[in-house]
């Protein structure tokens, strides 16, 4: 049985989304809220996580569009 290779998913917790972002805390959850930016995934009763290629995309996403 051939079956494909993928990459493990990444999950990130909210220091390192602040890192690669430069936005605090304050900033991610209001655009979590929004809809503005990727969601956060729920690992366990108060821990949340990113998805790191979901952050990366969004970052990359905003360096394309300004030109």
């Known amino acids: 049985m051939n079956t494909p290779k993928t990459q493990p998913t990444?999950?990130?917790a909210l220091p390192e989304v602040i890192k690669i972002t430069g936005f605090k805390t304050t900033?991610?959850?209001?655009?979590?809220n929004k809809g503005a930016?990727?969601?956060k995934v729920r690992?366990?009763?108060?821990?949340?996580r990113w998805v790191k290629?979901?952050?990366l995309g969004?970052?990359?996403e905003?360096?394309?569009a300004r030109g």
């Open 62 to 64: 905003r360096m394309a």
């Open 43 to 48: 690992v366990g009763p108060r821990a949340v």
């Open 27 to 32: 900033k991610i959850y209001d655009m979590v």
């Open 58 to 60: 969004w970052v990359n």
């Open 10 to 12: 990444e999950l990130i």
């Open 53 to 55: 290629a979901e952050v």
């Open 37 to 39: 930016f990727p969601k």
